[in-house]
């Protein structure tokens, strides 16, 4: 019987590099894959320089006026792309207490009258002026690039370490362009006099993977264990956290786990955390109960003798196996930011807001 995880494991990327080596990290991809669904990854082939850019622009980005914050808000953006103010959002009946910036990879709309409205979604991101935040538009690009290259990779890596050809998950990504992946830099700010420290409550991530750059060094991030205990997930400095979305979990049928987690607030006194996600998408149009992965019997049973969830505080993304994945994605954003879906997605923001307007987004 696997034992319950009460930290998360640290996997070396260097260790890809050599044919002995390789297997000691596809061997303990596994094992956080199956059993934890968090991992730190050390020594990630991502520029040292850049992520150190990305990490001292952070709070530049928040302390721009507010007028150049709302002029990239995201009521401007069908795409959910922009600024969003602090308070916006709640998740499980409770405020979250971040300041946010939705970014994404390059990529110019595709949609077209009459096709499905999910695939409006994807388009160009909303970037400060380059005279109010000089180098940040070309310095974030460039990172997330990096990025996006480590996490097919990545995919690559985890497709072996459940014993399949390391190109099959490309048959998720679109064919005939690009997949554009979303990112955020966010603030938790630390707050006085709150009756909750929610930064953002328990959730899953969708898509397949998020490779989280911790930004400063505050402790807050947690995730819950199979017993349904909350554990700390402290900034490791060089290292990415990488956590298994709901579309990857479902794909796998639940092979790779998705874990519920959360954010706290910083304490009283204390200065922001920021935090710098990266979050993998999947092809748009594709139904991922209509693609069946082949998985050996020896892999399997590795799941059936881990241990049985507990409590799970997060219910989110669970439409991945009757939907596209576009569609899910366009459910998370319209519940999540409903003012947005109002002004550009009306006959779907009546659907799941009969009553009008509420005063903030939910994504459950």
């Known amino acids: 019987m696997a034992s319950n995880f009460s930290s998360i494991p640290v996997l070396d990327y260097s260790l890809t ?10 061997s303990q ?15 990630p082939p ?54 946010q910036f939705d970014l994404a990879t390059p990529y110019e709309s595709r949609w077209k009258p009459g096709e499905p409205e999910y695939l409006r979604l994807w388009g160009p991101a909303q970037w400060p002026d380059e005279d ?18 480590l996490s097919y990779e990545f995919i690559g ?38 009756s909750s420290n929610q930064g953002v409550g328990p959730h899953f991530d969708g898509g397949f993977l998020t490779f989280l750059l911790q930004a400063s060094p505050h402790l807050g991030l947690q995730v819950q264990n199979l017993s349904g205990e ?9 290292t990415f956290v990488v956590n298994i979305g709901k579309a990857l979990e479902t794909v796998t049928y639940g092979l790779a786990r998705a874990t519920s987690h959360r954010v706290l607030s910083p304490p009283k006194g204390s200065t922001p955390r920021y935090s710098i996600p990266f979050f993998q998408n999947i092809a748009q149009r594709i139904s991922l109960k209509d693609i069946k ?5 020896e892999i399997l049973k590795l799941a059936e003798q881990r241990t049985a969830n507990g409590k799970v505080d997060s219910v989110n993304y669970g439409e991945y196996g009757q939907l596209p994945s576009g569609q899910v994605g366009l459910i998370g954003r319209v519940k999540s930011h409903p003012d947005v879906a109002q002004r550009h997605y009306p006959d779907v923001f009546k659907q799941f807001f009969p009553h009008g307007l509420p005063a903030q987004g939910s994504a459950y």
Request: hydrophobic share 40%; aromatic share 10%.
């Open 17 to 26: 590099k050599g044919s002995k080596t390789k297997q000691e990290f596809l």
């Open 230 to 238: 909350w554990i700390d997930a402290p900034p490791i400095p060089g």
């Open 157 to 194: 890596l985890l497709a072996e370490a459940f014993s399949l050809s390391p190109d099959v998950m490309k048959g998720f990504y679109e064919q005939d362009g690009p997949t554009q992946h979303r990112a955020k830099v966010v603030k938790y700010p630390a707050l006085d006099n709150l």
């Open 132 to 149: 109010a935040l000089p180098g940040f538009k070309d310095t974030m690009l460039r990172y997330l690039a990096q990025v996006e290259a």
């Open 46 to 99: 991502v520029a040292r320089e850049d992520v150190d850019a990305v990490i001292d622009y952070a709070p530049k980005l928040f302390d721009l006026p507010q007028e150049a914050k709302d002029k990239i808000s995201m009521l401007n953006s069908e795409c959910f792309f922009g600024y969003t103010k602090l308070g916006a959002e709640i998740t499980k009946g409770q405020t979250d207490q971040r300041e």
């Open 293 to 297: 992965l082949q998985f050996s019997p």
């Open 29 to 43: 991809l596994r094992h956080a894959l199956i059993n934890v669904g968090f991992l730190y990854l050390s020594n």
